[in-house]
């Protein structure tokens, strides 16, 4: 919005179509229709270069992470380094379910089948907590990618009829009257297409990538329960 | 967060900057101006009443008169009209030249017959270069302008040569273009009514379907086989008949043909009395039955006069 503003303030509207004079001219209805329209694409593409960037972080994370814990290292000296510091994905899910072993280990209570049952409690929370923080935002790209475009229609509606009453009023039908009100009404719903198309195809792009990141967490996780529930039978 | 907010105000400033420039050079469509040609539309109707001539119509110069409605659209210019002016004036002064020139040759001749070739080279060259300038002429002269002709006929008696250039300058024939305007357009002949007087056969709800010229006729000549005018009928000026007739499909009448019109004249009684007489015994009508929607019920015009013509 400040940009545009800032730009219509340096240049003088020259031609008569230019896209300065089509948004002044335009009505003020279709003025806030257009500024929300810009607004929502602003935001959704800071969304989408926001999340992009934690998915790609976080598939990095990951990877890191199974490559150390299948490498054979200990998971004693593992759970000292990663709870040091604030971990993310599987470092987090892993620091819970140790943490929650160790204070178990500390006070015995004898009963296994509860120790296993937390265990798995506790990275379920973690999982669901981890799968909130990937898919925050999300909402605002599919809201945009779905409401854009009527957002965009009704400002063209509004511009044309504007613009028809515009005609009515000169009783002049040539189409150098018409034209001026009707481009810049379908300014709107070109804007509206501008946000929705970005933000439809992020969002089907970054659900998918949730969910495939989802299932590896809820992967890792049964595999982690399976190894201590085999370290508890052990020690059995 | 923050970094993707910057990025993507940056990137929305850069595309609206770059649209704003674009949208800029965006060129209006070129529209070549297209020539309007003038084009009179005529009915078949006005063809038919156009082309009706009489015999005893004078016959005009035909090429001068069906030009004039074109000339008028197609240039009224200002500049070319001062050139017509003077050069028939130098035309009839050199023509008169070949006239007295002969005169004396015969008397050169009897005394010396030598010199006498060589004078007569010259007239016969003079006719010929006036008459191919006159031939084109003939033709321009209308396309020019028609105004200038009224002043010209003035110039020209003065001259020896002014009979034959009057040929080109005939008043009748600026008569002719000048009432363009008024009148339709006539193809040489005169037309056998004037539009307005011809006895119509229009439909009350004056639909698209007419008669033709030519079936109108038809009809007339079969109504005035029973007319027989009464006495002062024919002298009567401006009289005319409306008589409302209602026709069944097979041409015969539905009811006796009611009189449309009144006139104080006393003579109308008689005529409208003679001419619901003649529609009576005339029945059955033989015309078109496809156009029936128009002939059912019609006004037929009965001028006496004409129908005493037809």
Known sequence: MESLIDQSGLSAPTGDLSLITLFLHAHIVVKIVMLGLILASVWSWAIIIDRGLVYARSRQQMNRFEKVFWSGHSLEDLYRTLSARPATSMAAMFVAAMREWKRSQEKPSGSFMGLQMRIEKVMDVTVSREIERLERRLMFLASVGSTAPFVGLFGTVWGIMTSFQAIAASENTSLAVVAPGIAEALFATALGLLAAIPATVAYNRFSSEVSRQAARLEGFADEFSAILSRQLDERM | ?310
């Not at chain 2, 469509?29 to 006005?46: K, M, Q, R, W």
């Not at chain 2, 008669?211 to 029973?226: A, T, W």
């Open chain 2, 1 to 310: 967060m923050r970094l993707g907010l910057t990025i993507s105000c940056c990137a929305h400033v850069a595309v609206l900057a770059m649209a704003v420039v674009g949208f800029h050079s965006t060129k209006p469509f070129e529209i070549t101006p297209e020539v309007a040609l003038p084009v009179d539309l005529v009915s078949v109707e006005e063809f038919t009443k156009m082309t009706a001539g009489l015999k005893s119509g004078e016959i005009k110069d035909t090429p001068q008169a069906p030009k004039a409605p074109e000339e008028r659209n197609a240039a009224p210019q200002p500049e070319p009209k001062p050139e017509p002016k003077p050069e028939p004036a130098p035309q009839p002064a050199a023509a008169p030249e070949p006239e007295p020139a002969p005169a004396p040759e015969p008397e050169q001749a009897k005394a010396e017959p030598e010199p006498a070739p060589e004078p007569e080279p010259k007239p016969e060259a003079k006719p010929e270069e006036p008459k191919y300038v006159q031939l084109p002429r003939k033709l321009e002269m209308p396309k020019r302008a028609p105004k200038p002709r009224r002043e010209e006929p003035r110039p020209t008696p003065i001259t020896a040569q002014a009979q034959q250039d009057q040929k080109q300058f005939d008043p009748n024939s600026i008569a002719a273009l000048l009432d363009k305007q008024e009148r339709p357009p006539e193809a040489g002949g005169v037309t056998q009514q004037p539009l307005d007087g011809t006895p119509s056969l229009g439909a009350p709800g004056g639909t698209a379907v007419r008669l033709s010229m030519s079936e109108i006729d038809y009809l007339r000549q079969q109504i005035s086989r029973c007319w027989s005018p009464p006495i002062g009928v024919l002298d009567a000026v401006g009289l005319v008949v409306k008589l409302d007739v209602e026709l069944a499909p097979d041409g015969a009448l539905v009811r006796p043909p009611i009189v449309a019109n009144t006139s104080s004249d006393p003579i109308f009684t008689i005529a409208s009395e003679a001419a619901a007489r003649a529609v009576v015994q005339c029945q059955p009508y033989s015309l078109p039955a496809d156009k029936y929607d128009v002939w059912k019920h019609m006004i037929v015009n009965f001028d006496p006069r004409e129908m005493l013509g037809g």
